[in-house]
């Protein structure tokens, strides 16, 4: 597995923008896979997960509602839809991918591998 994220920038508070996490060696087609993100000086938190059908998504509060996580295991891709953007979701994002692939976990520590990180920007 070697994940590679995209798709940040700057956007105006109440914008979107849509992250996108790939396995350039096509093989995390059962991983469960799972965006954190990091804010200076906080520490790394999590934001969503799914299983590796799609059939499982787990978000944290703070995102519900307004990020939805989906993946297209024909393209061995992982998408994060980000609505109604907030200056407070301003982080690096990173995608990472765990071997159990129910798509259940919200530890950052029980992720077996992650990509580079992609800087998002929510301007007030």
């Known amino acids: 597995v070697q994940l590679q994220a995209s798709g940040g920038g700057l956007v105006q508070a109440g914008g979107s923008l849509r992250l996108s996490c790939v396995d350039s060696?096509?093989?995390?087609?059962?991983?469960?896979v799972g965006w954190f993100r990091q804010a200076p000086g906080k520490e790394r938190e999590f934001v969503a997960t799914?299983?590796?059908?799609?059939?499982?998504?787990t978000y944290t509060d703070s995102v519900k509602g307004r990020f939805t996580i989906s993946r297209d295991r024909t393209k061995n891709v992982v998408y994060l839809q980000m609505n109604s953007l907030k200056p407070e979701d301003t982080a690096v994002y990173y995608c990472?991918?765990?071997?159990?692939?129910?798509?259940?976990?919200?530890?950052?520590?029980?992720?077996?591998?992650w990509g580079q990180g992609t800087q998002v920007t929510v301007s007030s």
């Open positions: 799914i299983s590796w059908n799609g059939g499982s998504t």
């Open positions: 990472a991918a765990e071997d159990d692939g129910l798509g259940y976990d919200c530890e950052s520590g029980n992720y077996d591998y």
């Open positions: 060696r096509r093989t995390f087609s059962n991983n469960a």
